[in-house]
């Protein structure tokens, strides 16, 4: 399978722990995405990476959320002192990162994160 | 802010019916994308519209970006239990870098 993935699926864990999402992109995608959803809601933008470079980050992204792309090909996604509000889906999507408005995000399956 | 909001957030059709969703925008795009996530799964994309005033078809599904490139719809035709989903809208406000603003999506039941 070539398609983005994600690990682990599902996280549970108690408030104040920290917490780290891997996400493997299609190979020789350029541009990582993430997104955070909750029940009933479109995904939120989170973060962007185009190759390493993390190039925005959402205002609503607090000090506790922080993900990096060390060689440009997966990520991580660490959420520090986790609060029962950080409880969501968190997906990672990839895109070729082409010139212009002709970009294609596919979706990983998320990881699912409930915080007691 | 950027917003963009979908109408309407539920919808019951019986199997063969038509269906739409609307999808507007408060500020002008550049672009517009638009995802089918099913229950339990994750967004896949189904197209992308750049032009102002473009139709696209995929076999039942007609989409379309409004002049102002502010609006977007996306019409289902007759209606099959496949179709079952939630659909999203996703906007790039050309102010904003490559950031989407995804909208609250329309819940799609369909009635065999």
């Known amino acids: 399978d070539t398609g983005v993935s994600q690990d682990p699926r599902h996280k549970i864990t108690k408030r104040g722990q920290n917490v780290t999402f891997r996400c493997d992109p299609i190979s020789e995608h350029n541009r990582l995405y993430w997104y955070r959803q909750t029940l009933g809601q479109g995904p939120e933008f989170l973060t962007y990476f185009q190759n390493e470079a993390q190039l925005e980050k959402s205002r609503l992204l607090s000090d506790r959320f922080s993900a990096e792309r060390p060689k440009g090909s997966f990520s991580t996604l660490e959420i520090q002192r986790t609060e029962q509000g950080d409880s969501a889906m968190y997906l990672c999507?990839?895109?070729?990162?082409?010139?212009?408005?002709?970009?294609?995000?596919?979706f990983g399956p998320g990881t699912r994160l409930t915080v007691l | 802010g950027q917003q963009v909001m979908q109408i309407p957030q539920y919808q019951h059709v019986q199997e063969g019916e038509d269906f739409t969703t609307y999808c507007n925008s408060s500020?002008?795009?550049?672009?517009i994308q638009w995802y089918k996530q099913r229950p339990g799964g994750h967004p896949v994309f189904l197209i992308q519209?750049?032009?102002?005033?473009e139709v696209k078809k995929q076999k039942r599904l007609t989409f379309q970006f409004g002049e102002a490139k502010k609006n977007s719809s996306l019409h289902i035709t007759a209606t099959q239990t496949t179709d079952v989903g939630t659909y999203f809208c996703a906007g790039k406000d050309p102010n904003t870098g490559n950031q989407f603003y995804f909208g609250t999506g329309t819940s799609l039941t369909v009635i065999p």
């Open positions: 500020t002008t795009l550049s672009n």
């Open positions: 999507a990839s895109s070729r990162g082409l010139a212009g408005d002709t970009d294609t995000q596919y």
């Open positions: 519209l750049v032009k102002s005033g």
